[in-house]
């Protein structure tokens, strides 16, 4: 049965930021993740992750400026440096909330220069991926379909596993998103026989409106029995938007087994 947790950037808005750990664990959740934890005190987020007794199990790091449409730095010419600092920050906060997985948004690059932005992006990530493992943290990659963020740098979950498989697995892994692999790919299982290897956390959501499985195109029953087939013992991110409460749309549990 495939270890689930809550994405507390989409699900629980029903409460703030903070409040959003005591909801997931009273809904049944034992592990969190989330987008950016930079806007709090990683002290305040470890005092919710032990009162609620909840493992942190992933966020991102820094993405540039998110309001201005930025997504990652990790491909982007001339922000190095930058793309360095928020690896640093970003390995305190997982250092602090005893978080092993840290996911580096691509980016969006627009140089039209794609072989430097491939040069920019693998360096940046080797970076990355050894100094998160002298942290004892392992980098997530995470192919993002074209439709939500076009010109994302890292489209195919095959792109990500090469990468994977380069800097090695020890350090690197991919995150399979099935959301995206479904709009961007499909062969949804296929893919994850293929590359169940080298993937080190899933999320789920449903196609085409992003909620919760049940509401959409995906057949979740043999999605979740494949993962249990192919033996992945990581966690499951529930990176979904409710379609209404958070709490009312859980029912996707029970009718799937998990």
């Known amino acids: 049965m495939p270890r689930l947790a809550a994405n507390l950037s989409m699900m629980f808005n029903e409460h703030g930021f903070l409040d959003r750990f005591e909801a997931a664990a009273k809904a049944g959740f034992t592990g969190v993740e989330y987008l950016f934890p ?37 491909s982007l010419a001339g922000r190095q440096s930058e793309f360095r600092d928020g690896i640093k920050k970003a390995l305190e906060y997982a250092t602090a909330l005893n978080c092993k997985q840290l ?6 690059p627009k140089t ?14 080797a970076y990355a991926a050894e100094q998160a ?20 740098h890292l ?23 099935v959301y995206h692999c479904q709009i961007a790919q499909g062969d949804l299982i296929k893919r994850m026989e293929a590359l169940m290897p080298v993937i080190a956390h899933m999320q789920i959501a449903d196609v085409p409106a992003r909620n919760e499985p049940g509401t959409g ?22 990176e979904y938007r409710p ?16």
């Open 155 to 177: 489209a195919t979950q095959e792109q990500g596993a090469a990468i994977v498989e380069a800097i090695g697995r020890d350090k690197v892994g991919l995150q399979f998103d």
């Open 217 to 238: 195109e995906i057949g979740w029953k043999n999605v979740f029995a494949a993962i249990d087939r192919l033996g992945f013992k990581g966690w499951v991110g529930c």
């Open 103 to 108: 996911h580096c948004m691509a980016g969006i």
């Open 38 to 74: 930079y806007d709090f005190k990683a002290s305040d987020i470890k005092t919710r992750l032990a009162d609620h007794g909840l493992t942190q199990v992933l966020f991102n790091a820094p993405p540039g400026d998110w309001n201005a449409g930025e997504r990652g730095t990790a």
């Open 133 to 152: 493992h002298a942290a004892g943290v392992k980098i997530l990659l995470e192919p993002i379909n074209q439709r939500d963020m076009p010109g994302f």
């Open 243 to 258: 379609a209404g409460e958070t709490v009312a749309g859980l029912g996707w549990r029970a009718e799937f087994g998990v």
């Open 112 to 125: 039209g220069n794609p072989v430097m932005e491939a040069a920019i992006y693998a360096t940046n990530i």
